[in-house]
């Protein structure tokens, strides 16, 4: 099994920033890639930015370009810097690994963190 454990987050206003961590426990060593997906009241949970392990190969969501920047910090950990923030980025964001990483579908990915709230006011 894999633990994911999120932190950050938080209420900030439009402009703000706000750094998110995800730190993977156990057997880590089946996870290939992490990426941070976020579901806001009413809507369906959606892939924010995605970074391959090892080659550090990233992937973004239109929305979140030249705004949110993921890295991995070492082998267990993975952050994601978010600037800019606008209302519309107010979402549970969750943390999520794959051993596959076949696609940026929520179905793809096989370990979940318990998310994280980020709250942006106008």
């Known amino acids: 099994q894999v633990q994911l454990v999120e932190s950050g987050g938080g209420s900030v206003q439009a402009g703000g920033s706000l750094r998110l961590s995800c730190v993977a426990g156990?057997?880590?060593?089946?996870?290939?890639?992490i990426g941070w997906f976020r579901q806001a009241p009413g809507k369906e949970r959606e892939g924010v930015v995605f970074?391959?392990?090892?080659?550090?190969?990233t992937h973004y969501a239109v929305s979140v370009r030249g705004r949110f920047t993921i890295y991995q910090d070492n082998a267990n950990t993975v952050t994601l810097q978010m600037n800019i923030l606008k209302p519309e980025d107010t979402a549970s964001y969750y943390c999520?690994?794959?051993?596959?990483?076949?696609?940026?579908?929520?179905?793809?990915?096989?370990?979940w963190g318990q998310g994280t709230q980020v709250t942006v006011s106008a």
């Open positions: 999520a690994a794959s051993g596959a990483c076949m696609g940026w579908a929520p179905g793809d990915f096989g370990y």
């Open positions: 156990g057997l880590i060593d089946r996870v290939k890639c």
């Open positions: 970074i391959f392990l090892g080659d550090r190969v």
